[in-house]
């Protein structure tokens, strides 16, 4: 790799973090405004215009606060488990497709990082998540929140299962595991008039990995590692000052990175619907054009996914702990794998 080359990619890497960076801070921002929105209040709205600049001054009080360790904590764990929270989110975004250079070219992504097995990365970095929950409320030396660490890891484990289940489904449809490639596999139309997204042509996988995506982020209806009724705040309840803002912040990045997933697996990605990918390639653009085209495009089904997390949390209730482990062991298993089975046999029989 060329000086040039390098640089290019350097600058690359530090316009998609910091676009992301940006992102978990209005993400929290959003939220707060639509959560006001359906309860009928006014949400943040005094600092800058319309409350824009609410985030940063979240961020100055988080860090003016004093940073408290419990007697009898382990110091180590208890500073290394907010960072080990955080990572995965920003590093699995590395691997997403959030446009194209040239639509013709599956190689050509606009992407960090545009490895062979995309899917299989973002799975592997994305389950390292629970551990910093785990090591959260075991460092503690509090009971409460060692149960929300402990519930944290029971219920990622149980739904990667699901999640995973559900991808196979989808990498038999696709026929590969890089991500761009299956962004290219949806272009085009179903009979004509659907758009060949695989939420159409996988509706099973993406039900189950839709509710499992939800039990990952530790959203509500599923936030057991949170429930503030019976374990007072989780894992996270002797943290303050920035630590505690990086297990907030997580949180958020892992929902940005993980509506970023939904779309280029089941939403087309960057691709419009009813356009192939010979249409596309036939337009000319150069490979500004195209990236910032692509671009927009993605922004618009990222943000939609993204409204869709946030009003679930605001509109449905919390569920109990044995009805969630029951819904992933007993429910969205079996029905992965029975797409499994009927994916498998309709590609025979066709």
Do not use: C
């Not at 707060?32 to 006014?42: E, K, M, P």
């Not at 003016?64 to 080990?84: H, M, N, S, V």
Request: hydrophobic letters at 55%.
């Amino acid at each position: 790799m060329s000086l040039i080359e390098y640089s290019l990619y350097l600058v690359l890497m530090l316009s998609v973090f910091g676009m992301l960076m940006l992102f978990v801070s209005y993400i929290v921002y959003a939220e707060r405004r639509v959560s006001a929105f359906i309860q009928d209040r006014l949400g943040p709205n005094r600092v800058g215009w319309q409350g824009l600049m609410q985030p940063w001054a979240d961020a100055i009080k988080l860090i003016l606060k004093e940073d408290i360790y419990p007697d009898k904590a382990d110091k180590f764990l208890f500073f290394l488990a907010p960072f080990i929270a955080f990572a995965p989110g920003l590093i699995t975004f590395a691997l997403i497709p959030i446009g194209s250079l040239d639509f013709s070219d599956p190689q050509a992504a606009l992407a960090i990082s545009n490895i062979n097995v995309g899917i299989l990365f973002i799975l592997a970095i994305g389950s390292l998540n629970f551990y910093g929950l785990a090591f959260g409320g075991w460092a503690s030396n509090n009971k409460w929140s060692l149960f929300g660490g402990l519930r944290a890891s029971a219920q990622m484990i149980s739904f990667e299962i699901a999640m995973g289940f559900a991808l196979i489904s989808i990498l038999m449809t696709a026929e590969s595991v890089n991500m761009n490639s299956i962004v290219h596999s949806q272009t085009g139309t179903l009979w004509g008039f659907i758009p060949r997204w695989n939420v159409f042509v996988q509706p099973l996988a993406f039900l189950v990995f839709l509710i499992a995506a939800f039990a990952e982020n530790n959203r509500l209806p599923f936030d057991m590692p949170e429930a503030e009724p019976e374990l007072v705040g989780g894992y996270h309840t002797e943290y303050s000052s920035l630590k505690f803002g990086l297990f907030f912040l997580g949180e958020y990045a892992a929902l940005i990175t993980m509506s970023a997933v939904i779309v280029t697996l089941f939403f087309g990605g960057w691709t419009l619907p009813w356009v192939s990918q010979e249409t596309m390639a036939s337009w000319g653009w150069g490979p500004i054009i195209s990236g910032l085209f692509s671009f927009a495009v993605f922004i618009v089904k990222w943000f939609a996914v993204m409204f869709f997390y946030i009003w679930v949390r605001w509109t449905l209730p919390r569920v109990r702990y044995d009805q969630l482990m029951n819904l992933g062991w007993k429910v969205l298993i079996e029905l992965a794998f029975l797409n499994i089975l009927i994916t498998a046999a309709i590609g025979l029989w066709l």
